[in-house]
């Protein structure tokens, strides 16, 4: 390999690091932002995703069952510290430190609002021109319970 060659390779790997990072980004602001349809077009179709222990079977399920959860609840999703290794001329792998706050209208249904930490695992495709996320593992490390919010007005008294 000439040292020209080198360079050319060093440079497509940088360039392919930051175009996983954007990759990334789009998926915490895409949940954040509650585009749903978005977040499902930044995987493969055969991605292999698991949160928290759950599979699930699709993407199209885990950006639906996201979308059914949060709903219109305010979220706030972090990632920091990307490593990001590249393994092949399309392929690629990284580790993500993350953190995250959902909390929801307080209603007997509610979910348990949290602060969660934790890491993202993922392998990534290139597909044509476009980096996709191909494999997802979340595993939480801590998480705090956050009390839920209550809606405005729904107590009887104005603010």
Do not use: C
Not at 46 to 60: E, N
């Amino acid at each position: 390999m000439t040292r020209n060659d080198d360079l050319v390779r060093r440079i497509d790997a940088l360039e392919a690091i930051e175009e996983i990072k954007k990759l990334k980004a789009r998926y915490f602001r895409f949940v954040d932002e509650k585009r749903f349809d978005e977040l499902l077009s930044l995987f493969t179709p055969d991605a292999h995703l698991v949160t928290d222990g759950i599979t699930w079977s699709s993407p199209k399920q885990f950006a639906d069952t996201i979308r059914d959860l949060v709903g219109a609840a305010p979220t706030v999703h972090h990632g920091h510290m990307p490593e990001i290794e590249i393994t092949g001329a399309n392929t690629a792998s990284g580790i993500w430190a993350m953190e995250d706050l959902l909390t929801f209208p307080a209603a007997v249904d509610a979910p348990d609002g949290h602060r969660g930490y934790g890491q993202y695992r993922e392998t990534y495709a290139r597909v044509g021109d476009a980096w996709l996320i191909d494999g997802l593992t979340l595993t939480r490390l801590r998480m705090d319970s956050l009390d839920n919010w209550a809606v405005a007005g729904a107590d009887g008294l104005d603010d």
